[in-house]
């Protein structure tokens, strides 16, 4: 059986049949198809968030007139003291937050395994499949820690030979290839050797993993790179063989013209994350130059605890904003490119062909936004991007419901919202 939804402002009519997208435009109804009544509405494929630290649902509010590091160092050991228990709890919270405004797949960088204690990854994918997100779990790390000239207290670091193994029982627990996919991803120049590097780039290699880091994300950061190692921070990636088109990394703020040559020549990605940049203070992404070099580009909430809001909709008018305040230009980038960082540019990023579009053959991940309220709006992409912020009416992932009449399908969000509080609050400090 078909279902097609019908009247839609933009882009029309959708119709799905066994999750997947069967015909877009105008879908005249067949006898037997389950019609849903989106007249006004403004119809997307499931938004891609390609960035994320589910964990910090824990702690928003810490350190918020710090930069990246001084924020880093307040709340590493804060995040030290987080069970598996507490970081499904902030992931359920996490995923249910990004599937209301629209996200259908998410990207997630775990990096603390405090004690080695890999079962944190099975609790987050436990988290997705309740929320029914899908979810690209990166199996993070940290080998350098303060002892060694590292940022990261040494209670949060591991062994490179512990981290490579757990990270191929990760994938042999978790990894399915659609629903929860498995990635390989070393934190950060500043909290890792160039031995963790080059061995979990060649083990993600042989296992046909893609690969993900932070890079690029702040000066103090290109300062520690050249203090340490004589090279920018990208420089040293590329000689570790990170630069390549089954890599994408978080922020790239501080690229040099010929490194987004380099970026967009390897394809490398970017998930580019305006609102926590802007948080930290970190600079703003070369978002147009990097799309025009052809770099994937897509679009990130980040951790809550630098992006307190934790959906990824708004992220569409803050991207789309910067990029028009960088280049002093009005004209440098539409609401349509703003969608394609979270859509199109997403599933780049991601090695994905089977979502981030609506069009037949595509897995049928749709959202379906609410067009009541900006009905008046001329263009219906304009309302979307630029009009008030929303959370979706319906969303659908491989055709199924997560969001139904703008509640979530598999769980109870008061009830999340709840227990994440109490175990939140345990983590404040007292007078």
């Known amino acids: 059986m078909r279902t097609v939804f019908r009247g839609a402002r933009w882009p029309g009519d959708v119709a799905i049949r066994d999750g997947l997208v069967v015909a877009v435009g105008e879908v005249p109804p067949l006898d037997g198809d389950e019609v849903v009544d989106c007249s006004g509405d403004i119809l997307t494929a499931g938004l891609i968030n390609t960035h994320h630290h589910f964990y910090q649902w824990l702690t928003r509010g810490w350190a918020v007139d710090q930069g990246l590091f001084g924020w880093l160092t307040t709340l590493y050991p804060v995040w030290a003291r987080l069970s598996p228990e507490d970081v499904e709890a902030a992931s359920a919270v996490a995923l249910a937050e990004l599937a209301l405004s629209g996200c259908t797949t998410a990207a997630d960088h775990h990096y603390l395994v405090p004690g080695g204690d890999d079962s944190v990854f099975d609790a987050i994918a436990a988290a997705a499949r309740r929320i029914g997100v899908r979810v690209h779990l990166a199996r993070g790390s940290m080998d350098l820690g303060e002892s060694d000239g590292g940022l990261p207290p040494d209670s949060v670091v591991e062994d490179v030979d512990s981290i490579l193994a757990s990270t191929v029982a990760v994938h042999d627990r978790l990894h399915d290839g659609d629903r929860v996919v498995v990635t390989v991803a070393p934190c ?21 993993l893609r690969l993900h880091t932070h890079l690029a994300e702040t000066l103090d950061e290109e300062r520690d790179s050249i203090a340490r190692f004589g090279r920018r921070p990208m420089e040293l ?25 380099r970026l967009g020549a390897t394809r490398t990605g970017i998930a580019h994350c305006p609102s926590s940049n802007c948080r930290l203070g970190s600079g703003t992404a070369r978002v147009r130059d990097l799309v025009a070099a052809g770099a994937p580009v897509g679009l990130g909430v980040d951790g809550v605890a630098s992006n307190e809001v934790g959906t990824l909709q708004p992220e569409l008018r ?11 230009d009005p004209g440098a980038f539409s609401p349509a490119d703003a969608l394609a960082l979270a859509t199109t540019g997403g599933a780049a990023c991601l090695g994905r062909s089977d979502i981030g579009s609506l069009a037949p053959g595509l897995r049928a991940d749709i959202v379906v936004w609410p067009g009541d309220d900006v009905a008046d709006v001329l263009d219906p992409l304009a309302a979307l991007v630029l009009g008030p912020e929303r959370s979706a009416r319906h969303v659908l992932v491989g055709g199924e419901h997560v969001v139904r009449d703008g509640h979530l399908v598999g769980a109870d969000l008061t009830e999340l919202r709840r227990d994440l509080a109490r175990r939140a609050q345990r983590l404040w400090p007292r007078p």
């Not at 950060?188 to 160039?194: D, E, I, K, L, W």
């Not at 990636?237 to 040559?261: N, Q, T, Y």
């Not at 803050?318 to 002093?328: G, I, T």
């Open 188 to 208: 950060s120049p500043f909290s890792v050797t160039t031995r963790l590097m080059t061995e979990s780039a060649a083990l993600a290699r042989s296992l046909g």
């Open 237 to 261: 990636l590329d000689e570790l063989g990170w630069i390549a088109p089954d890599v994408w990394v978080a922020h790239g703020i501080h690229f040099s013209d010929a490194e987004v040559l």
């Open 318 to 328: 803050q991207a789309l904003y910067l990029a028009r305040q960088r280049d002093l």
